[in-house]
């Protein structure tokens, strides 16, 4: 839709194709933006969509527990999506939504468990470095640490 400023939901028809192709031009800025998703078919895969966007930004597997692989994520809301019923965290159904379940998930500081039977996904944080700071301090006006450099 020409002129429109605001998200366009497009149903996608039954059965569902196996991929989705979508060009997006901007006229202001003359440029196009284009890109694809295969919507999901396998009852193991688990696809996260950003909240605010609606961009795929991974997907998972459900697996064994210990399997070891995490989906690393940045903090924020997401839209968690498969093919087949799962729960949630903290033991939130996933709710359906046509031929997919979905649930919205918050990743803070903390990873998080979804569960298909015995089997589980985890998404996580994306990890940020530890700084540890050493040396003489001092307390600037507002009370706030300041640590003094040795040059």
């Not at 210990?66 to 087949?84: D, K």
Request: without cysteine.
């Amino acid at each position: 839709m020409i002129g429109e400023a605001q998200p366009l939901v497009v149903p996608l028809p039954e059965p569902w194709p196996t991929t989705v192709q979508w060009t997006l031009t901007k006229l202001g800025a003359r440029t196009r933006e284009t890109g694809g998703v295969e919507p999901p078919t396998d009852p193991s895969e688990l696809l996260v969509f950003a909240a605010s966007t609606g961009r795929l930004v991974g997907r998972t597997r459900f697996e064994p527990e210990g399997s070891g692989r995490t989906l690393r994520l940045g903090r924020g809301e997401y839209e968690a999506v498969a093919t087949g019923r799962f729960v949630g965290p903290e033991g939130l159904e996933a709710l359906r939504m046509g031929p997919l379940w979905s649930t919205r998930v918050r990743i803070t500081d903390a990873p998080v468990e979804f569960a298909r039977a015995a089997l589980q996904a985890t998404v996580a944080p994306v990890q940020r470095p530890e700084l540890e700071l050493s040396g003489i301090t001092l307390r600037d006006l507002h009370g706030a640490t300041i640590f003094a450099d040795r040059r």
